[in-house]
Protein backbone atom coordinates (compact mmCIF):
# COMPACT_ATOMS: atom_id res chain seq x y z
CA UNK A 1 0.00 0.00 0.00
CA UNK A 2 1.26 3.33 -0.90
CA UNK A 3 1.78 6.39 1.51
CA UNK A 4 -0.85 8.07 -0.58
CA UNK A 5 -3.64 5.42 -0.24
CA UNK A 6 -2.49 6.08 3.64
CA UNK A 7 -3.75 9.42 3.58
CA UNK A 8 -7.83 10.09 5.26
CA UNK A 9 -8.13 7.58 3.28
CA UNK A 10 -12.26 7.37 3.31
CA UNK A 11 -12.51 4.40 1.37
CA UNK A 12 -15.93 3.52 0.08
CA UNK A 13 -16.64 0.32 -0.62
CA UNK A 14 -20.55 -1.17 -0.51
CA UNK A 15 -22.18 -2.95 1.84
CA UNK A 16 -25.69 -3.83 2.81
CA UNK A 17 -27.03 -1.29 4.79
CA UNK A 18 -25.25 1.82 3.33
CA UNK A 19 -22.05 2.74 1.68
CA UNK A 20 -18.83 1.28 4.17
CA UNK A 21 -16.16 3.95 5.55
CA UNK A 22 -12.97 2.77 6.11
CA UNK A 23 -9.80 4.15 7.42
CA UNK A 24 -6.48 2.49 6.99
CA UNK A 25 -4.25 2.30 9.54
CA UNK A 26 -1.31 0.06 10.22
CA UNK A 27 -2.45 -2.17 7.05
CA UNK A 28 -5.90 -2.82 8.32
CA UNK A 29 -9.35 -1.60 6.91
CA UNK A 30 -11.01 0.14 10.21
CA UNK A 31 -14.89 1.22 9.97
CA UNK A 32 -15.39 5.00 10.78
CA UNK A 33 -18.70 4.28 12.68
CA UNK A 34 -19.19 5.05 16.28
CA UNK A 35 -21.09 2.39 18.54
CA UNK A 36 -24.62 3.31 17.13
CA UNK A 37 -23.58 3.20 13.74
CA UNK A 38 -22.20 -0.44 14.70
CA UNK A 39 -25.62 -1.85 16.44
CA UNK A 40 -27.21 -0.42 13.14
CA UNK A 41 -25.24 -2.04 11.01
CA UNK A 42 -25.25 -5.58 12.97
CA UNK A 43 -29.26 -5.72 13.02
CA UNK A 44 -28.99 -5.14 9.02
CA UNK A 45 -26.61 -7.67 8.93
CA UNK A 46 -28.46 -10.13 10.74
CA UNK A 47 -31.61 -9.93 8.22
CA UNK A 48 -29.43 -10.95 5.53
CA UNK A 49 -28.72 -14.09 3.63
CA UNK A 50 -25.09 -14.33 3.32
CA UNK A 51 -22.68 -14.61 6.29
CA UNK A 52 -20.93 -11.29 7.49
CA UNK A 53 -17.87 -11.26 9.58
CA UNK A 54 -18.01 -8.46 12.19
CA UNK A 55 -14.59 -7.82 14.38
CA UNK A 56 -12.70 -5.44 16.72
CA UNK A 57 -9.40 -4.26 16.89
CA UNK A 58 -7.51 -3.12 19.21
CA UNK A 59 -3.39 -2.27 19.67
CA UNK A 60 -2.64 -5.46 21.28
CA UNK A 61 -4.77 -7.01 18.09
CA UNK A 62 -2.57 -4.34 15.71
CA UNK A 63 0.62 -5.69 17.26
CA UNK A 64 -0.19 -9.34 16.10
CA UNK A 65 -1.48 -8.20 13.06
CA UNK A 66 1.95 -6.77 12.04
CA UNK A 67 3.48 -10.35 12.88
CA UNK A 68 0.68 -12.35 11.58
CA UNK A 69 -0.18 -12.12 8.05
CA UNK A 70 -3.45 -15.06 8.16
CA UNK A 71 -4.83 -12.89 11.30
CA UNK A 72 -4.15 -9.79 9.35
CA UNK A 73 -5.93 -10.79 6.04
CA UNK A 74 -8.99 -12.35 7.94
CA UNK A 75 -9.35 -8.67 9.75
CA UNK A 76 -9.30 -6.85 6.10
CA UNK A 77 -12.05 -9.89 4.61
CA UNK A 78 -14.18 -8.74 7.55
CA UNK A 79 -17.24 -7.19 6.36
CA UNK A 80 -16.73 -4.33 9.60
CA UNK A 81 -14.01 -4.04 12.04
CA UNK A 82 -14.50 -1.76 14.36
CA UNK A 83 -12.25 0.27 17.29
CA UNK A 84 -12.23 -1.26 21.08
CA UNK A 85 -9.48 1.01 22.57
CA UNK A 86 -8.52 3.86 22.67
CA UNK A 87 -5.02 3.25 21.99
CA UNK A 88 -6.34 2.72 18.43
CA UNK A 89 -8.07 5.49 17.69
CA UNK A 90 -5.53 7.99 19.22
CA UNK A 91 -2.69 6.18 17.27
CA UNK A 92 -5.19 6.52 14.04
CA UNK A 93 -5.09 10.65 15.51
CA UNK A 94 -1.06 10.50 14.90
CA UNK A 95 -1.67 9.30 11.24
CA UNK A 96 -4.26 12.21 10.92
CA UNK A 97 -7.23 10.12 10.48
CA UNK A 98 -10.07 10.23 12.46
CA UNK A 99 -12.28 7.33 13.97
CA UNK A 100 -15.67 8.87 15.89
CA UNK A 101 -14.02 6.54 19.14
CA UNK A 102 -13.85 3.08 20.63
CA UNK A 103 -16.90 0.78 21.03
CA UNK A 104 -16.59 -1.54 23.74
CA UNK A 105 -18.26 -4.94 23.95
CA UNK A 106 -18.69 -4.84 27.84
CA UNK A 107 -20.07 -1.13 27.75
CA UNK A 108 -22.41 -1.89 24.66
CA UNK A 109 -23.49 -5.21 25.07
CA UNK A 110 -26.44 -4.52 27.41
CA UNK A 111 -27.99 -1.85 25.67
CA UNK A 112 -27.58 -3.74 22.58
CA UNK A 113 -29.30 -7.10 23.76
CA UNK A 114 -32.07 -4.51 24.38
CA UNK A 115 -32.65 -3.90 21.17
CA UNK A 116 -31.60 -7.40 19.98
CA UNK A 117 -34.46 -8.48 22.04
CA UNK A 118 -37.15 -6.17 20.32
CA UNK A 119 -36.00 -7.24 16.96
CA UNK A 120 -36.53 -11.18 17.83
CA UNK A 121 -32.63 -11.42 17.00
CA UNK A 122 -31.72 -15.19 18.40
CA UNK A 123 -28.50 -14.86 19.92
CA UNK A 124 -25.80 -17.86 20.44
CA UNK A 125 -22.46 -17.32 23.01
CA UNK A 126 -19.89 -19.65 22.13
CA UNK A 127 -16.32 -18.83 24.16
CA UNK A 128 -14.69 -18.94 27.80
CA UNK A 129 -15.23 -21.05 30.21
CA UNK A 130 -18.88 -23.01 30.20
CA UNK A 131 -19.62 -21.58 33.41
CA UNK A 132 -18.73 -18.53 32.74
CA UNK A 133 -20.21 -18.18 29.36
CA UNK A 134 -23.96 -19.27 31.15
CA UNK A 135 -23.47 -16.66 33.68
CA UNK A 136 -23.17 -14.21 31.10
CA UNK A 137 -26.30 -15.45 29.28
CA UNK A 138 -27.80 -15.58 32.87
CA UNK A 139 -26.60 -12.31 33.68
CA UNK A 140 -28.04 -10.62 30.74
CA UNK A 141 -31.60 -12.34 30.65
CA UNK A 142 -32.05 -10.63 34.19
CA UNK A 143 -31.03 -7.31 32.63
CA UNK A 144 -33.33 -8.33 29.15
CA UNK A 145 -35.54 -11.45 29.91
CA UNK A 146 -37.04 -11.21 26.34
CA UNK A 147 -33.76 -11.82 24.87
CA UNK A 148 -33.48 -15.34 22.99
CA UNK A 149 -29.61 -16.42 23.58
CA UNK A 150 -30.21 -20.47 21.67
CA UNK A 151 -26.99 -21.69 22.94
CA UNK A 152 -23.88 -21.46 24.88
CA UNK A 153 -20.54 -23.31 24.69
CA UNK A 154 -17.15 -22.98 25.87
CA UNK A 155 -14.70 -22.17 23.80
CA UNK A 156 -11.71 -24.96 24.96
CA UNK A 157 -12.53 -27.73 22.48
CA UNK A 158 -10.52 -29.18 20.35
CA UNK A 159 -9.86 -29.39 16.76
CA UNK A 160 -12.06 -32.49 16.12
CA UNK A 161 -14.90 -31.07 18.13
CA UNK A 162 -15.69 -28.30 15.72
CA UNK A 163 -17.90 -29.92 13.33
CA UNK A 164 -20.33 -30.86 16.72
CA UNK A 165 -20.27 -27.27 17.65
CA UNK A 166 -21.06 -26.46 14.40
CA UNK A 167 -24.18 -29.01 14.52
CA UNK A 168 -25.33 -27.63 17.65
CA UNK A 169 -25.03 -24.09 16.29
CA UNK A 170 -26.75 -24.46 12.92
CA UNK A 171 -29.28 -26.48 14.71
CA UNK A 172 -30.50 -23.56 17.15
CA UNK A 173 -30.75 -21.00 14.53
CA UNK A 174 -29.03 -18.03 15.67
CA UNK A 175 -28.56 -14.96 13.61
CA UNK A 176 -26.11 -13.82 15.24
CA UNK A 177 -22.77 -16.29 16.68
CA UNK A 178 -20.28 -14.34 19.31
CA UNK A 179 -17.31 -15.86 19.33
CA UNK A 180 -15.05 -14.82 22.55
CA UNK A 181 -12.10 -16.87 22.05
CA UNK A 182 -9.74 -14.58 22.36
CA UNK A 183 -7.84 -12.68 19.15
CA UNK A 184 -6.23 -14.06 16.74
CA UNK A 185 -7.81 -17.52 17.88
CA UNK A 186 -11.94 -16.37 17.29
CA UNK A 187 -10.97 -14.59 13.93
CA UNK A 188 -9.06 -17.65 12.24
CA UNK A 189 -11.79 -20.06 13.90
CA UNK A 190 -14.50 -17.79 12.04
CA UNK A 191 -12.91 -17.56 9.15
CA UNK A 192 -12.02 -21.33 8.68
CA UNK A 193 -15.44 -22.38 9.25
CA UNK A 194 -17.38 -19.59 8.02
CA UNK A 195 -18.61 -21.72 4.82
CA UNK A 196 -20.31 -24.69 7.26
CA UNK A 197 -21.89 -21.93 9.71
CA UNK A 198 -25.19 -21.04 8.78
CA UNK A 199 -25.52 -17.81 10.53
CA UNK A 200 -25.80 -14.81 9.39
CA UNK A 201 -23.53 -12.71 11.63
CA UNK A 202 -20.30 -14.19 13.10
CA UNK A 203 -18.90 -11.53 15.32
CA UNK A 204 -15.41 -11.87 17.73
CA UNK A 205 -15.72 -9.90 20.48
CA UNK A 206 -12.76 -11.39 23.19
CA UNK A 207 -12.81 -11.88 26.63
CA UNK A 208 -16.67 -10.31 26.83
CA UNK A 209 -17.99 -13.32 28.45
CA UNK A 210 -15.90 -12.78 31.44
CA UNK A 211 -17.13 -9.44 31.90
CA UNK A 212 -20.85 -9.87 30.83
CA UNK A 213 -20.48 -12.64 34.00
CA UNK A 214 -18.81 -10.28 36.35
CA UNK A 215 -16.27 -12.92 36.64
CA UNK A 216 -13.25 -10.10 35.67
CA UNK A 217 -13.69 -6.99 37.16
CA UNK A 218 -13.26 -3.32 35.03
CA UNK A 219 -12.11 -0.96 37.24
CA UNK A 220 -14.27 2.62 37.56
CA UNK A 221 -16.07 3.99 34.82
CA UNK A 222 -13.70 7.54 34.97
CA UNK A 223 -11.04 5.23 34.14
CA UNK A 224 -12.29 3.73 31.31
CA UNK A 225 -13.85 6.44 29.80
CA UNK A 226 -10.62 7.92 29.89
CA UNK A 227 -8.40 5.68 27.95
CA UNK A 228 -7.49 3.63 31.28
CA UNK A 229 -9.05 0.22 30.21
CA UNK A 230 -5.71 -1.27 29.99
CA UNK A 231 -4.37 -0.16 33.44
CA UNK A 232 -7.49 -1.72 34.84
CA UNK A 233 -7.22 -5.18 33.21
CA UNK A 234 -3.58 -5.26 33.74
CA UNK A 235 -4.22 -4.36 37.46
CA UNK A 236 -6.82 -6.93 37.87
CA UNK A 237 -4.79 -9.91 35.91
CA UNK A 238 -1.08 -8.78 35.99
CA UNK A 239 0.45 -12.20 35.42
CA UNK A 240 -1.06 -12.67 32.40
CA UNK A 241 -1.40 -9.54 30.87
CA UNK A 242 1.90 -7.32 31.95
CA UNK A 243 3.86 -8.48 28.60
CA UNK A 244 0.60 -7.04 26.78
CA UNK A 245 0.39 -3.86 27.99
CA UNK A 246 3.52 -3.13 28.94
CA UNK A 247 5.71 -4.56 26.28
CA UNK A 248 2.60 -3.94 23.89
CA UNK A 249 1.71 -0.20 24.60
CA UNK A 250 5.62 0.88 24.42
CA UNK A 251 5.92 -1.45 21.14
CA UNK A 252 2.63 0.31 19.69
CA UNK A 253 3.88 3.46 20.55
CA UNK A 254 7.73 2.65 18.97
CA UNK A 255 5.68 1.32 15.67
CA UNK A 256 3.89 4.31 15.25
CA UNK A 257 6.89 6.52 15.56
CA UNK A 258 8.93 4.57 13.59
CA UNK A 259 6.44 4.21 10.46
CA UNK A 260 5.38 8.20 10.87
CA UNK A 261 9.16 8.99 10.72
CA UNK A 262 10.71 7.13 7.95
CA UNK A 263 7.06 7.14 6.61
CA UNK A 264 7.16 2.98 5.97
CA UNK A 265 4.88 1.63 3.51
CA UNK A 266 2.64 -1.29 5.36
CA UNK A 267 2.13 -3.73 2.24
N1 LIG B 1 -10.63 -18.45 25.51
C1 LIG B 1 -11.36 -19.49 24.95
N2 LIG B 1 -10.67 -20.53 24.40
C2 LIG B 1 -9.33 -20.58 24.36
C3 LIG B 1 -8.59 -19.49 24.91
C4 LIG B 1 -9.29 -18.43 25.47
O1 LIG B 1 -12.58 -19.48 24.96
O2 LIG B 1 -8.77 -21.55 23.83
C5 LIG B 1 -11.37 -17.33 26.10
C6 LIG B 1 -10.95 -16.95 27.50
O3 LIG B 1 -11.61 -17.77 28.44
C7 LIG B 1 -11.40 -15.49 27.55
C8 LIG B 1 -11.18 -15.04 26.10
O4 LIG B 1 -11.09 -16.20 25.33
O5 LIG B 1 -12.76 -15.42 27.87
C9 LIG B 1 -9.87 -14.28 25.89
O6 LIG B 1 -9.91 -13.13 26.53
P1 LIG B 1 -8.85 -11.97 26.23
O7 LIG B 1 -9.11 -10.95 27.25
O8 LIG B 1 -7.48 -12.52 26.13
O9 LIG B 1 -9.35 -11.51 24.81
P2 LIG B 1 -8.84 -10.30 23.95
O10 LIG B 1 -8.00 -9.43 24.84
O11 LIG B 1 -8.13 -10.94 22.81
O12 LIG B 1 -10.07 -9.59 23.54
Known amino acids: M ?20 VISFLGISIDVLDTDGLLERIITFAYEDTTRLVMYVNTDCMLISLDNDSYKQVLNTADLVYADGVGVVLGAKIWGKTLP ?7 FMPGFCEIFSKYGLRLFFLGAQQEVVEEAASQLRGKVPDLKIVGTHHGYFKEEETSQIIRL ?19 LWISKNR ?11 GGLFDFLSGRTKRGPQWLLDNGFEWLCRLFVEPKRLWKRYLIGNVKFIAYLLWFRFTKREFD
Open 2 to 21: TDSNLEIAEVHSKAAGGQRS
Open 101 to 107: GRSTGAD
Open 169 to 187: INEAKPHVLIVGMGAPCQE
Open 195 to 205: ELLKVPVLWGV
